[in-house]
């Protein structure tokens, strides 16, 4: 018994040695090189990843969702193969659509940033994202972004006009190296985003950007050497990786729609000063479309998280259990495109249940004998272990070539169902197929491959049948009605009301009153 102890004990603390997870190894897909490349960390067994955050000025849609959910994975499955994973995400809090936005609601850039970061963490918390280890905002970054243009501009890699600074990108002989897009084919932001606002008379080049913004009469401006100004939108990122992460990291992600020109800026801002690479695996989801078209804020195609969830998007009508919207997510390749259809999220309603309903079995209710001592507790576990371990090496090899998660998803789904099936025969038709221990371990295999997904099954806040949206949407006209008359007793009784349920009201400043879930 005691060299069984010790056995089990050197397995928790080096799980290489008595573990087939990391016998194998795993591959990604590095935008840089184009090709799937074998993963190797800077440190051993550590990794360290950023990947660019939201723009605060609106809340999150589909879109960003299926990009954080995909980091999230990645995270958590790095993390499943033993890695330490330090991840950084960033908050844009300066950007000219923030100040539109703030100009339109005659409210101040703090104001709505603040706001929409909160609601960021409401609604990505729902989906069961992972808080990341840091999220530097930019206002908390001024002093290292002035020191980088600094640094830039004494180098020879930009220069200022007029109060603004630009990036020189003739200088950098690799620029273009990340996108693959030769200088001719570069038409500034074509297929990508870009940062509006940039006064191209003053560029030497027009794929020249800006790194600094001179202050236009009103806006928030910091000091600087080159007068008052803001920090322009890429230079952000090369900061605050180099202050929060160090010079090199080892994963850097973001939307396709980010590689050019915010990924390409970042690389030519960041390498020319070390010398070094700034990220050794460069990882690109691919967008959310609606009908064929990026779901996009600018566009106005989009869906927002909470409406989703709150059963507001009108091809649903329905709340939507943040899981399956975890799983309409991962049934796709994070790099492929995604649309986002009524029949898409309805299959994703009906592979949760059935997910659901496996990670729910109670297994009490199988006349599983009890596991008496703690010699047959261990010895079952090594039964299981091995039961499983085909099952981990299938779900691994699956994650390992470039997570994977769709044949990811079809381990955990033919679980699901060896485990229903058994659960039937034991229950309805008194037979069995499965020794007990091989039941426990096929349970506990799903419910770790799960957890590698995040897919929980969450305590419902409220019996979904007992949430009736017509009546909420009464409740809310009648309010509505109430404010407009400066009856606002009888408004906050009505939010009181709904708040009693679980219901939370939120007055957006469009004079609309959205409602989600406590
Ligand atoms: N439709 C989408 N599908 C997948 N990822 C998206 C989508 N839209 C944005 N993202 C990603 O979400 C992250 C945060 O994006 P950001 O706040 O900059 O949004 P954005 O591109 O300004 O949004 P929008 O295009 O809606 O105005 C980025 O990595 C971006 O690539
Ligand atoms: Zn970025």
């Known amino acids: 018994m005691r060299v069984i102890i010790i056995l089990s004990i050197t397995g928790i603390l080096d799980p290489n040695l008595d573990n087939p997870k990391f016998a194998m190894s795993l591959t990604l897909y590095n935008t840089l090189t184009r090709q799937k490349e074998p993963f190797k960390t800077i440190e051993p067994g550590k990794v360290t990843m950023y990947c660019c955050g939201v723009t605060v000025y609106d809340y999150c849609h589909l879109g960003h969702a299926r990009s954080y959910i995909g980091w999230d994975v990645v995270r958590r499955y790095l993390q499943w193969r033993g890695y330490q994973v330090r991840y950084v995400q960033n908050f844009t809090d300066i950007d000219d659509k923030i100040l539109n936005r703030a100009r339109v609601e005659g409210s101040s850039m703090p104001e709505i940033a603040d706001r929409y970061i909160n609601a960021y963490f409401e609604d990505i918390r729902r989906l069961n994202v992972m808080d990341a280890d840091e999220y530097p905002r930019v206002t908390q970054h001024i002093p290292a972004i002035v020191h980088l243009i600094q640094a830039l501009e004494t180098k020879g890699y930009a220069y200022a006009v007029n109060g603004d600074v630009y990036y020189n990108v003739q200088q950098f002989s690799e620029y273009g190296k990340l996108s693959g897009r030769k200088r001719e084919q570069m038409q500034a932001g074509a297929g990508g985003r870009i940062d509006p606002g ?221 485990l229903k099936r058994e659960f039937n025969q034991r229950c309805y038709q008194g037979s069995q197929e499965l020794e007990d221990v091989h039941l426990r371990a096929l349970s506990q295999t799903l419910i770790q491959f799960a957890g590698v997904l995040g897919l929980e099954v969450q305590a419902e806040t409220l019996p979904v049948p007992e949430i009736n949206v017509n009546w909420i949407e009464s409740l809310l006209q009648q309010r509505h009605q109430a404010r407009q008359e400066k009856r606002y007793a009888e408004s906050d009784r009505i939010r009181n009301e709904l708040q009693a349920v679980g219901i939370t009201l939120i007055d957006g400043s469009d004079g609309q009153t959205r409602w989600h879930r406590s």
């Not at 929060?244 to 970042?266: K, M, Q, W």
């Not at 070094?276 to 996009?296: C, D, F, I, Q, T």
């Not at 898409?344 to 990670?359: E, P, R, S």
């Open 198 to 418: 940039e006064a191209e008379d003053k560029k030497q080049d027009p794929f020249d950007f800006a790194l600094w913004k001179a202050a236009k009469p009103g806006e928030p401006a910091w000091d600087s050497l080159w007068g008052k100004g803001r920090p322009g939108w890429h230079i952000e990122c090369s900061a605050m990786i180099r202050a929060r992460l160090g010079e090199t990291i080892d994963i850097h992600g973001g939307g396709g729609d980010l590689v050019f020109p915010h990924h390409e800026n970042e690389i030519a801002q960041s390498e020319v000063l070390t010398g070094k690479p700034l990220a050794r695996y460069w990882l690109h989801n691919g967008m959310v479309r609606v009908n064929g078209e990026k779901m996009s804020k600018s566009l106005g195609n989009f869906t927002t998280i909470r409406d989703l969830l709150d059963g507001k998007w009108s091809e649903y009508p329905q709340p939507i259990d943040p899981m399956v919207v975890r799983l309409f997510v991962l049934q796709a390749h994070y790099r492929k495109p995604l649309d986002f259809t009524e029949s898409a999220i309805t299959a994703a309603v009906h592979g949760w249940q059935t997910l659901k309903d496996a990670l729910n079995l109670d297994l009490a209710k199988c006349n599983l004998s009890p596991q008496a001592t703690i010699l047959d507790e261990l010895d079952s576990q090594a039964i299981a272990k091995r039961s499983s371990e085909a099952l981990i090496a299938r779900f691994q090899a699956a994650m390992d070539d470039d997570f994977n998660t769709a044949a990811g998803l079809a381990v955990l789904f033919e679980l699901a169902k060896s």
